[in-house]
T-cell receptor, first 108, second 112 residues
Framework: KNEVEQSPQNLTAQEGEFITINCSYS?????LHWLQQHPGGGIVSLFM???GKKKHGRLIATINIQEKHSSLHITASHPRDSAVYIC??????????FGKGTRLHILP | DTGVSQDPRHKITKRGQNVTFRCDPI?????LYWYRQTLGQGPEFLTY????????KSRLLSDRFSAERPKGSFSTLEIQRTEQGDSAMYLC??????????FGQGTRLTVV
């Protein structure tokens, strides 16, 4: 079993829809990252969380430490949001462990 | 500082050849990570460094793989006697303490 599990693996939605991507992890962590990867490989950090909730523009990330679960939400989704979204956790040794990613496709 | 840089961006090599990739982290970042990513998969951990010390090496890293960070700044990842299964994107990331992780653009290796 992977230490970081994401769902769904693939998600196709219409422009404007509210998007939720989930991440569950099984190890003790010091922080959790949500990352965005576009075709071509470059990875951009969206959020780093250790508790609560963060918001940046149309993106919202939440984490529940007790339940070992985090969600990434996108409001008013747009085709330019199409990308792979990756959840990654920092374990107690500061090693970064990645989920497999969620491939999001927003249709115009 | 322009972020984490990786060189080269693309490498095509013949099977059996050796290749070396370089990662320049953000200045003063003490942690440096190497990952491998194949198509449709999330990045898989290879190894990481605290300054010049290699803290952990994944079992994914066979004896053909070696990584160094000799002065605690840039790092190199060498693959000896490359195989077609080594074809992947090799990603580098760096952090300072519990701060945001910054990623390089990756080196895409194709072994023919």
């Amino acid at each position: 079993k992977n230490e970081v599990e994401q769902s769904p693996q693939n998600l196709t939605a219409q422009e404007g829809e509210f998007i939720t991507i989930n991440c569950s992890y099984s190890v003790g962590i010091s922080a959790l990252h949500w990352l965005q990867q576009h075709p071509g490989g470059g990875i951009v950090s969206l959020f780093m969380l250790s508790s609560g909730k963060k918001k940046h523009g149309r993106l919202i990330a939440t984490i529940n430490i007790q339940e070992k679960h985090s969600s990434l939400h996108i409001t008013a989704s747009h085709p330019r949001d199409s990308a792979v979204y990756i959840c990654a956790v920092r374990n107690r040794d500061d090693k970064i462990i990645f989920g497999k990613g969620t491939r999001l496709h927003i249709l115009p | 500082d322009t972020g984490v840089s990786q060189d080269p961006r693309h490498k095509i090599t013949k099977r059996g050849q050796n290749v070396t990739f370089r990662c320049d982290p953000i200045s003063e970042h003490n942690r440096l990570y190497w990952y491998r990513q194949t198509l449709g998969q999330g990045p898989e951990f290879l190894t990481y460094f605290q300054n010049e010390a290699q803290l952990e090496k994944s079992r994914l890293l066979s004896d053909r793989f070696s990584a160094e960070r000799p002065k605690g700044s840039f790092s190199t990842l060498e693959i000896q006697r490359t195989e077609q299964g080594d074809s992947a994107m090799y990603l580098c990331a760096s952090t300072l303490g519990l701060t945001e992780a910054f990623f390089g653009q990756g080196t895409r290796l194709t072994v023919v």
